[in-house]
């Protein structure tokens, strides 16, 4: 059983940067692939960004270019550092660990075997 805990939400301005962090217990980390989701108010769940075991990342087009995603297999945490945030980007964000053992990247949640409690990140002046 993996479990994941995510830390570094918070209120940014509009344009500021934020790093959120997501700490993997209970499982071999780097055996994980893992992504962001988030979810806005009245809004399904949508893949953000994911990273393979390989180390392969992939985005969702709106945040292309503003954020990276990222891995410390020896700290067991992943990463996604946000930068040139918008105020759509507010939502509560969710890590997600997936025993996929390839090096495709899935943005389907359904596909995701853990999951985190989330952060909330706010965008606004």
């Known amino acids: 059983q993996v479990q994941l805990v995510e830390s570094g939400g918070g209120l940014v301005q509009p344009g500021g940067p934020l790093r959120l962090s997501c700490v993997a217990s209970?499982?071999?980390?780097?055996?994980?692939?893992m992504g962001w989701f988030c979810q806005a108010p009245g809004k399904e769940r949508e893949f953000v960004a994911a990273?393979?075991?390989?180390?392969?990342?992939y985005y969702i087009d709106s945040v292309k270019g503003r954020f990276t995603i990222s891995r410390d297999n020896a700290k067991n945490t992943v990463y996604v550092q946000m930068n040139s945030l918008k105020p759509e980007d507010t939502a509560i964000y969710y890590c997600?660990?997936?025993?996929?053992?390839?090096?495709?990247?899935?943005?389907?949640?359904?596909?995701?075997?853990?999951w985190g409690q989330g952060t909330q990140v706010t965008v606004s002046s």
């Open positions: 209970g499982g071999t980390f780097s055996g994980l692939a």
């Open positions: 997600a660990a997936d025993l996929n053992p390839t090096n495709i990247i899935r943005t389907s949640g359904r596909l995701y075997e853990y």
């Open positions: 990273v393979t075991r390989r180390g392969s990342t």
